[in-house]
């Protein structure tokens, strides 16, 4: 904001850097008051600006070149992996300076996805944030977990979370008599939302069952999730599916080698994960209305909006299975 001693018109020329104010936003209006909206900024990016303002007839009085930094969470890490030996976790750092430390949460039941239920899934803080490494020696066997890393800037802002799961073989499948393979499965989000820009956790279980015996967290590749070699028989099963802020479903397929599987169709809206969606979910999305935030971005397109409360207020008082 700023004031002129006259009625003037309102120019703003800014950008990232001090030699190149390339972004331009005008008001034509002649006022002494004056304010603009500058949109689609990056988080945490210093920009510099110059402000303009004429008058009626054409005198122009113009400011320094100033500079603001906007404000944001940190970046995530990148590649993060898990593999045997209790439970070791990888990941590459993102080139964030701001980052002060690393947080890993554990969950032997969901993603947790929120920092602030650190106090129930805190599994490790890691106060070197160059570390790209992490062993788990808490792992119990015959059990599958489900974990999210944090970045933390010196501020406490935790960057969204990256999530991966120990794919682990719960119990001795019935039946046995060889390896499948070469089956894929086809996800599916209602309303047309972007099915590979999320992960998904599939369990098999024997048909009627509760008792998960193998279970994968994966991302599609142009639509399709490829399952590695499963030691079971061919026979029909139950699979359960899940993916963040969505209701699981459950449908029972017959697998054998060399299929493709159609998965059913997840229901965006549940933010809190009691697999009903109600005003509970819609509470938890208001918060993060116009924001950044892949915690109720339900269409995968990098913001919470009007398009995301319709994907919940379609699918209200749906319930998901277990």
């Not at 949460?105 to 969901?110: N, P």
């Not at 120990?166 to 119990?171: E, N, Q, V």
């Amino acid at each position: 904001m700023w004031t002129t001693n006259e009625p003037s018109d309102s120019i703003v020329s800014y950008g990232t850097s001090s030699s190149k104010l390339d972004r331009v936003v005008t008001s034509p209006l002649l006022v002494t008051e004056h304010s603009m909206n500058l949109t689609n900024l990056l988080s945490r990016t210093t920009y510099f600006y110059q402000i303009f303002s004429d008058d009626a007839v054409g005198n122009q009085s113009t400011s320094s070149i100033l500079s603001f930094t906007t404000t944001g969470k940190p970046q995530r890490v990148s590649n993060l992996k898990a593999s045997a030996g209790s439970v070791i976790l990888t990941w590459t750092n993102p080139d964030d300076t701001s980052i002060s430390k690393i947080v890993i949460l554990r969950s032997a039941a969901e993603f947790p996805f929120n920092p602030a239920l650190s106090s129930q899934y805190l599994v490790n803080t890691i106060i070197d944030p160059r570390q790209t490494s992490f062993t788990d020696t808490t792992a119990v066997n015959g059990t599958t977990y489900y974990y999210a890393v944090f970045t933390v800037d010196a501020q406490g802002v935790h960057s969204d979370p990256v999530f991966v799961t120990f794919p682990t073989i719960i119990a001795t499948p019935p039946n046995y008599s060889g390896s499948i393979n070469n089956i894929s499965m086809i996800p599916s989000l209602d309303l047309g939302s972007d099915v590979d820009s999320l992960s998904y956790t599939v369990s098999i279980r024997q048909e009627g069952s509760f008792q998960p015996f193998y279970q994968f967290t994966q991302k599609p590749d142009q639509g399709i999730i490829r399952i590695p070699e499963i030691t079971l028989a061919s026979g029909n099963y139950d699979i359960l599916v899940s993916t963040p802020n969505h209701l699981a479903r459950k449908r029972t397929v017959t697998i054998k080698s060399n299929t493709q599987l159609i998965l059913p169709t997840l229901l965006g809206g549940d933010l809190n994960r009691d697999r009903l969606i109600n005003s509970l979910d819609f509470s938890a999305m208001r918060s993060k209305w116009f924001k950044f935030d892949i915690s109720a971005d339900l269409n995968g397109d990098g913001y919470v909006n009007s398009l995301d409360w319709g994907i919940l207020s379609k699918n209200w008082n749906q319930s998901g299975d277990e």
